[in-house]
């Protein structure tokens, strides 16, 4: 990921519509798979600023070993209290074999070199106890890729049926995976592939904070979506993809 984008994160992840909308949608998919379960040792890969490491923590009671490849991830997690934190390679994790309950990996496969996937992905089940938890989310589909996409040095993009190959070719048996950030698809497609190419300007992070009100009127979709997959329901397509499997 361009580094500079750390920075950004940092400033937004709390309270940017975005994140606070995803938060909500990947907690309420792991709320009953967590309840209950005591994991000892929980590891999230590539944890840029590590702010969810910690959200996690406080959130289960998980303690959280929070390892990425960016020196600038460690400027960040020291904001946090996070106080387990490693220096890594999602493709060549710094654990023993079935080191951790549970694994979660988010946003981080689309900035891994195409056709390297298969090493991070194979890494995170090396590190995953039998029977634990991993919790995968990426971007969706390559007619998203934007302005954004570029910025952030984004190298790939996945489809569902492409993911879930990728889990079970790593001795992941899927227990869920959907899409997400759906409703606002048709926006995003009219901003990316229109007006985007019609204005024609360089690569920018969309990490930047706008007004109270367009912020609400983001995030409504997404509590609805958050409800909606909550439930047990699926969706077909989407601007993200998450998916939770199982270490066989």
């Known amino acids: 990921m361009n580094p500079a984008e750390f920075s950004n994160i940092a400033r937004a992840e709390e309270d940017l ?13 792991l709320d009953p798979l967590a309840g209950g379960r005591r994991f000892s040792r929980v590891l999230e890969a ?5 702010y969810m490491s910690r959200v996690v923590e406080q959130r289960y009671g998980w303690p959280v070993y929070a390892v990425d490849r960016a020196w600038e991830s460690f400027e960040h997690s020291t904001w ?17 074999d ?41 971007a969706a589909l390559d007619i998203l890729r934007s302005r954004h996409s570029a910025a952030v040095m984004e190298s790939q993009r996945f489809t569902r ?5 990728l889990a079970e070719e790593c001795g ?15 926006v995003a497609l009219a901003k990316f592939r229109l007006w985007e190419p019609l204005v024609r300007k360089p690569p920018a992070s969309g990490v930047e904070p706008v007004p109270a009100w367009l912020d609400s009127l983001l995030y409504a979709p ?3 979506e958050a409800r909606w997959i909550g439930s047990g329901r699926n969706l077909p397509l989407g601007q993200s993809l998450i998916l939770i499997g199982c270490r066989l």
């Open 161 to 165: 049926g492409r993911l879930v190959r």
């Open 222 to 224: 997404l509590a609805i």
């Open 80 to 96: 946090h209290d996070v106080q387990r934190s490693v220096q890594g390679d999602v493709r060549a994790l710094p654990f023993p």
């Open 172 to 186: 992941i048996r899927p227990l869920r995976a959907t899409y997400a950030n759906s409703l606002l698809m048709p």
């Open 17 to 29: 519509w975005w994140y606070r909308g995803m938060r909500g949608i990947l907690f309420r998919m």
């Open 98 to 138: 079935a080191a951790f309950d549970a694994v979660l990996s988010l946003d981080v496969l689309v900035h891994v070199p195409l056709g390297e996937e298969g090493c991070a992905m194979a890494e995170m089940a090396r590190v995953l106890a039998p029977a634990g938890l991993l919790v995968i989310r990426v």
């Open 46 to 50: 590539g944890c840029g600023t590590a």
